[in-house]
């Protein structure tokens, strides 16, 4: 702590609980109630209703026995990346990618059953798909949801779908849970995705991943449009090449400011 913070104003019981949070690592992703308070060092009553807390609020899961961080974790990071990092990083080069295509350009996160709009840029057409950043839409019938879906592990995916089932938006919708892991599973292997008219009939869009350092999928990067404009054919022919190169200039952007932040 520094000097020049007060002693009063530190909140013990919040430190406890990132405490446990950050227990967690690459070497002990499961963990039962006595690993937790040994690597916290705390009491086995202390810890458990740290652990109880963190599972009622989605951060936590457990079968009895182990307890493992949910996918929710990631959202303290993402509040970061998406305000400090990821839409400034990013804009530059959907600017050229919307210049030169000339469709809108967007960027999403997964917050629970939604994605997340954190970054834009329209197409100066006149007849443009009012989104905003800020705005949400559900993640399984969604281009970029697809792709951030695909990040998740099979179990992962499983228990997401189980927690916010699937519905149907519209004639074309995907919605029964065995056909949108079989979906997920297919954008995982080839690394895009496109979505035409599941959530609004006449509204199409392909995404491409974003990703760490590390290779793992943190945002989704799509393009949109009119069916009036382009079929899906289309755009996987002439939007295609263009978005998978932008999402890479992404990733390698964010890798490297994320990497020169945490040498700061």
């Known amino acids: 702590m520094s000097t020049n913070e007060n002693p009063n104003e530190f909140v013990r019981s919040l430190a406890r609980g990132l405490s446990v949070i950050e227990c967690f690592d690459a070497e002990n992703p499961r963990q039962t109630l006595s690993d937790v308070a040994k690597r916290t060092g705390m009491t086995r009553a202390t810890a ?35 305000t400090l990092n990821l839409q400034q990083l990013a804009q530059p080069y959907m600017e050229k990618l919307v210049e030169k295509i ?19 840029e329209p197409t100066k057409r006149i007849m443009a798909i009012a989104i905003s950043v800020g705005t949400r839409l559900p993640a399984f019938c969604t281009s970029m949801g697809k792709v951030l879906l695909s990040g998740l ?31 997920v599973a297919q954008i995982r292997a080839q690394g895009w995705a496109v979505n035409d008219g599941e959530l ?54 964010l890798a490297k400011g994320v990497t020169a932040l945490s040498d700061m």
Not at 57 to 63: F, M, P
Not at 212 to 230: F, Q, Y
Not at 243 to 250: D, G, I, M, P
Request: charged share 20%; glycine share 4%; with cysteine.
């Open 200 to 253: 609004e009939e006449g509204l199409r869009s392909i995404a491409a991943p974003v990703r760490s350092r590390s290779g793992k999928v943190v945002a989704a990067l799509n393009v949109s449009t009119h069916s009036s404009r382009m079929t899906a054919d289309e755009l996987v022919e002439k939007v295609l090449p263009d978005l998978l190169s932008t999402a890479q200039q992404v990733s390698q952007a």
């Open 48 to 82: 458990r209703r740290f652990l109880h807390t963190l599972s009622q609020l989605g951060y936590v899961s457990t079968d009895g026995k182990y307890f493992a961080l949910l996918p929710r974790v990631l959202n303290l990071g993402f509040a970061y990346l998406s």
């Open 102 to 120: 000339e469709e809108t350009c967007s960027i999403s996160v997964l917050d629970g059953p939604d994605i997340v709009y954190v970054a834009r």
């Open 153 to 183: 592990t099979d179990d992962e995916l499983a228990a997401h779908l189980q927690k916010y089932p699937p519905r149907k938006y519209t004639r074309n919708t995907v919605y029964h849970t065995p056909a949108v892991m079989e979906r």
